[in-house]
């Protein structure tokens, strides 16, 4: 599989932040964010842009930061495009959506996921510090 180039705008933005999120599609993104379908393509076509209340609605469903989907969505108006912070992958959204305290998944089998993966990131969490220090 050969990596696509983005398609310009904030429309290949989100495209590319909805796929990175591993939703299927649009719509699916969309019910996840509480936001109408019909407007999130109007996004992706570059029809329209969100608004900032929208951009706080969206912004944690696709594990971005606030300032990030500004920038996107606004450049002509924030000064144009700055480099952007390093997208966290997909399985740190997911995660704290599943450890979240609003989360479906019963409170047992979130304190014992936190545990296992306490456990595992333990010998990294050395390593990081580490780096840091240095």
Do not use: C
């Amino acid at each position: 599989m050969t990596p696509s180039t983005p398609e310009p705008g904030f429309g290949g933005y989100l495209k590319e932040a909805i796929q990175a999120a591993r939703f299927p599609t649009p719509t699916h993104f969309a019910r996840a964010a509480g936001t109408d379908p019909s407007v999130v393509l109007r996004w992706l076509s570059g029809e329209q842009r969100p608004t900032i209340r929208s951009i706080e609605r969206i912004a944690p469903v696709l594990g971005r930061s606030i300032p990030e989907i500004v920038v996107a969505a606004y450049p002509d108006r924030v000064g144009g495009p700055t480099a952007a912070p390093p997208v966290a992958h997909p399985l740190v959204h997911e995660l704290s959506r599943i450890l979240a305290p609003d989360s479906p998944v019963p409170e047992p089998d979130r304190a014992a996921l936190e545990s296992v993966l306490n456990r595992m990131l333990e010998p990294y969490r050395k390593v990081l510090r580490r780096r840091r220090s240095a």
